[in-house]
Antibody, heavy 122, light 110 residues
């Protein structure tokens, strides 16, 4: 069974840093494009960024509000994708979901983890 | 950035009824890049429909998607109590891809 499991969330002060991890299993991670999506409390879904497979170049893209503060990386040997967050702001408070892109031709998000909560507060 | 608008905001229907959810884009969306998700309280979203009209694995055939250009529809043909959830549409356009979600439609089963 395919699944992704996030970890690393928690409480952090404004200006602080946090690294989220997402471990995948049950599918060929090497070929997978992965994304992070967040959901602020009581709000809708917001795509944060994505990382291509190494075979597709391995590059990452981000939404404008985070592109200078967040970095997505991957370690295919560990079937894990990371979201490094720095200079955190209160508006970054959200549940962060790791997702697998079904295929670049549709860019739908096929598998979702249960999410990890990041709270940015003093 | 392509903005998605969903209507209605809330839909309250009875079991067995038909639900029609609308997703409208601020500019044309490639049909292959339009998806729908279901999210129940406290759970992660679940992919229902990809490429406008293709059901994801394990999704019952009472869920169907249609549309093109700027207007897309998710139809639930015969509502069941477990369909109570928020439904989001999502598109991906541009290069690099700009992936956006609609604000969601809440479906309440009376």
């Amino acid at each position: 069974e395919a699944q992704v499991v996030e970890s690393g969330g928690g409480l952090v002060k404004p200006g602080g840093s946090l690294r989220l991890s997402c471990e995948a299993s049950g599918f060929n991670f090497n070929l997978a494009w992965m994304t992070w999506v967040r959901q602020a409390p009581g709000k809708g879904l917001e795509w944060v960024g994505r990382i291509k497979s190494k075979g597709s170049g391995g590059s990452a893209d981000y939404i404008a509000p985070v592109e200078d503060r967040f970095t997505i990386s991957r370690d295919d040997s560990k079937n894990t994708v990371y979201l490094q967050m720095s200079s955190l702001k209160t508006e970054d408070t959200a549940v962060y979901f790791c997702t697998k892109v079904r295929d670049p031709g549709s860019f739908s998000l096929e598998y979702w983890g249960q999410g990890t909560l990041v709270t940015v507060s003093s | 950035e392509i903005v998605l608008t969903q209507s209605p905001g809330t839909l309250s229907l009875s079991p067995g009824e038909r639900a029609t959810l609308s997703c409208r884009a601020s500019q044309s969306v490639r049909s292959s890049y339009l998806a729908w998700y279901q999210q129940k309280p406290g759970q992660a979203p679940r992919l229902l429909i990809y490429g406008t009209s293709n059901r994801a694995t394990g999704i019952p055939d009472r869920f169907s998607g249609s549309g093109s250009g700027t207007d897309f529809t998710l139809t639930i043909s015969r509502l069941e109590p477990e369909d109570s959830a928020v439904y989001y549409c999502q598109q991906c356009g541009g290069s690099p891809p700009d992936l956006t979600f609609g604000p969601g439609t809440k479906v309440d089963i009376k």
